[in-house]
C-alpha cells in the first residue's frame, strides 16, 4: 500500500513558475514509478508526466514539454513537477500516482494522491 500526498499548488500568473510536491509513504513506496496526472473543470484527466523510480528515464506529455520538468528525491520518497513558463491552460487539479510501472495512462496507476489546485491567471 502507497499513500501519497500532494502540495504546493496554487495561484500564479501566466509566465510564472511553479513547483508541485508529492510525498509518498508505505513500505515499498520508493520501488514505484510516480505519474503526474491534470484534470481542469469539464475536461478528462490527463497524463502530464512520469519519473521511473529510479530517476533515470522521465516522458512528458508534448503540452507541456519544454516548460515542465519531473524530478525525484528516493530519500525523501518525494516526487516534484517544476512548472515553468506556466499557461493559463495549465489550471486544473494536479494529481500524483504511483505504479509499479511506468504508463501514459491512468488506469495504470492503482495509488493516488488527493489532488492540488493550480491556476494560472492571465
Known amino acids: 500500500q502507497v499513500q501519497l500526498v500532494e502540495s504546493g499548488g496554487g495561484l500564479v500568473q501566466a509566465g510564472g513558475s511553479l513547483r508541485v510536491s508529492c510525498a509518498a509513504t508505505g513500505r515499498t513506496a520508493s520501488s514505484y514509478a510516480m505519474g503526474w496526472f491534470r484534470q481542469a473543470p469539464g475536461k478528462e484527466r490527463e497524463f502530464v508526466a512520469y519519473?521511473?523510480?529510479?530517476?533515470?528515464?522521465?516522458n512528458l506529455a508534448d503540452a507541456v514539454k519544454g516548460r515542465f520538468t519531473v524530478s525525484n528525491d528516493n530519500a525523501k520518497n518525494t516526487v516534484y513537477l517544476q512548472m515553468n513558463k506556466m499557461k493559463v491552460d495549465d489550471t486544473a487539479v494536479y494529481y500524483c500516482?504511483?505504479?509499479?510501472?511506468?504508463?501514459?495512462?491512468?488506469?495504470?496507476?492503482?495509488?493516488w494522491g488527493q489532488g492540488t489546485q493550480v491556476t494560472v491567471s492571465s
Open positions: 519519473i521511473t523510480s529510479s530517476g533515470d528515464r522521465t
Open positions: 500516482a504511483a505504479a509499479r510501472f511506468p504508463t501514459v495512462l491512468s488506469q495504470g496507476y492503482p495509488y
